[in-house]
């Protein structure tokens, strides 16, 4: 798979998983809190209820009357709820016979116990007293014998078992009309009362089937059902639970003294179906939020992707050109992220390999042409004795023999900067007295010296301690390319210094010759293959001048020791070459 898709797949499954967790932790968070909040809400009904059971505590002279008529205690706690959760204003006020008194009144005396009317008159209380309109006067004669009859109809089943308890349940949230005033506090108002069977259809009317209970395991438990008593040793006096300490409550308090607490158990879930119903809603609007944010992702890691890789794509086409040959091939750097700085370290990379492919075109031609001259003359001699122009004599093999040692010089110092360029040199490292090495290259050398008339000079000329990490051959071999390079390129009569200190942690060589000197600009170019200063070459007779490459060999051998090897013009109006290598602990 290309990288570009391998982006484009991260980002967008980044962006998705964002979105999907974003909001599988705001719908959690959503269920938790709107449940809380309706514990909380609940919760703050419960001072109204504890004025409430303080009212009828006072009433019965204790708890007894709502042990033995747990109903009445119920039905007064739906409308105190009911009162609670209106507006204000619009507040109901319970009837006499449940014990609602105003604080500070004596409590109503009991309503007269009064026969329920027969069906025929009690049906206008099932139709309109709900409503609050009274009964049409002429709705007897309106229906005439068209009136069903009284008590159960056999065409229509009783309602079911969880019907029943389905209504009795949220009874208290349909805003029922208070009870009748014949309604006994005792009375069961079961499946077999005339209140709970259904009227008969009007004139026209379409009967209309009751609405299904909900399944046992999605059934709501109401806020009275939540709702305990407790007296004041935490006795349970009414409820379906038994109360924790953990459980909000509310004290009970007659003239002062605490008879008991009302306890409210929080709910787990929502307790009504319009409270799943806006979760639902509120679910819904979040996938539409995640399922729009899709395509947008899709958009944005596209785009991302490709702004991302444009300077990839822009690297990668011209490191083919690098690779075809085209060392010209450069890559704009305008950002300063990790892909800018990668573009400008590609264009250093082109760079260095433009220098060094034009460095070695440069040494490649250099090498031809040192190696054309010697072979030239070698060739010339050779067809000078083969036409007879020069008698093949002891003379004429010597000068062969020269020519013949003049380029095996050269070749092997090509082959020696070949190797050194390769890093293939053969390197013994070992601790070298490196003073006495020096000592004994200028031993062999002053003989040759004194012949070109250049007098040497030695400070201090005692051997110094001094060890470095080296290879003595090698050190031995840049010690005679130096001292050499000065014999050659010094006029006569001239001298040759050399001086030598150490410090704590460094041996230090200058070698100092007289003239000719070399410009200070040129001083670095000397170290470079196949360079030789015009007013160094020697004049003399008979003396060839060397390859070029003596000085670029030496620093590849000071270099593998870790050494600095420089040049600047000379007080004795030569060159100065000094050598800086680090001494062994």
């Not at 122009?389 to 013949?404: E, K, N, W, Y």
Request: aromatic letters at 6%.
């Amino acid at each position: 798979m290309r990288l570009y898709w391998k982006l484009f797949l991260a980002l967008f499954a980044a962006v998705l998983i964002g979105a999907g967790a974003l909001a599988l932790l705001s719908q959690w968070r959503l269920d938790q809190g709107f449940v809380a909040y309706v514990n909380a809400a609940d919760a703050k009904l419960l001072p109204g209820l504890a004025q409430l059971a303080a009212r009828v505590y006072q009433q019965d002279g204790g708890w007894e009357g709502i042990r033995d008529r747990p109903r009445r205690w119920t039905r007064q706690v739906q409308w105190t709820i009911r009162s609670e959760r209106q507006p204000r204003g619009d507040e109901r006020r319970p009837p006499a016979d449940e014990g609602f008194d105003r604080p500070g009144e004596p409590p109503p005396p009991p309503p007269e116990r009064r026969r329920p009317p027969p069906p025929e008159n009690r049906r206008w209380l099932d139709d309109d007293s709900a409503s609050g309109r009274p009964p049409p006067p002429d709705r007897e004669r309106s229906h005439g014998d068209q009136r069903p009859p009284a008590g159960p109809r056999p065409d229509r089943p009783p309602p079911a078992a969880d019907q029943r308890e389905h209504d009795a349940e949220f009874d208290f949230e349909r805003r029922r009309p208070p009870p009748p005033e014949w309604a006994s506090d005792d009375e069961d108002r079961g499946p077999g009362s005339d209140r709970n069977r259904p009227r008969p259809p009007r004139d026209g009317e379409r009967r209309r089937p009751p609405p299904p209970p909900p399944p046992p395991n999605q059934r709501r438990e109401g806020l009275p059902r939540r709702i305990a008593l407790i007296d004041a040793q935490g006795s349970l006096v009414v409820g379906d639970f038994s109360p924790t300490a953990s459980m909000p409550r509310a004290p009970v308090e007659v003239s002062g003294v605490k008879v008991g607490d009302v306890v409210l158990r929080p709910a787990d879930r929502p307790p009504s179906v319009e409270d799943d119903a806006f979760l639902l809603a509120q679910r819904d609007w979040l996938l539409r939020v995640v399922l729009v944010m899709l395509p947008i992702a899709a958009l944005f890691a596209y785009l991302l992707a490709r702004h991302l890789l444009s300077p990839v794509r822009a690297i990668s086409q011209a490191a083919r050109r690098l690779a075809s040959g085209d060392f010209s091939a450069r890559v704009e750097a305008d950002s300063g992220d990790e892909l800018g700085r990668l573009s400008e370290d590609f264009n250093v990379l082109g760079r260095a390999l433009g220098e060094h492919d034009g460095a070695r075109r440069r040494w490649m031609a250099d090498a031809a042409h040192e190696l054309r001259t010697p072979l030239a003359v070698l060739q010339a001699e050779i067809e000078a004795l083969q036409d007879g122009i020069r008698p093949t004599d002891a003379q004429a093999l010597r000068g062969l023999h020269s020519q013949t040692l003049q380029l095996g010089t050269l070749v092997n110092d090509l082959q020696q900067l070949a190797l050194a360029d390769a890093g293939a040199l053969d390197y013994q490292m070992e601790r070298v007295a490196v003073d006495e090495e020096l000592l004994a290259a200028v031993e062999t050398h002053r003989g040759r010296l004194q012949e070109a008339g250049i007098s040497i000079s030695l400070l201090p000329d005692q051997a110094l301690d001094a060890r470095v990490l080296g290879d003595a051959r090698r050190l031995r071999q840049l010690f005679d390319n130096l001292i050499e390079n000065s014999r050659r390129y010094t006029r006569s009569p001239g001298q040759l210094k050399i001086s030598r200190q150490r410090d704590a942690s460094h041996w230090i060589l200058h070698l100092d010759d007289s003239e000719p000197g070399v410009a200070a600009e040129r001083c670095e170019q000397l170290f470079a293959p196949f360079v030789r200063d015009p007013e160094r070459l020697r004049a003399s007779p008979g003396e060839a001048a060397g390859s070029g490459l003596g000085l670029a060999i030496c620093r590849r051998i000071a270099e593998a020791h870790n050494a600095e090897l420089s040049a600047m013009p000379s007080l004795l109006g030569g060159l100065r070459v000094s050598l800086k290598i680090p001494l062994s602990r």
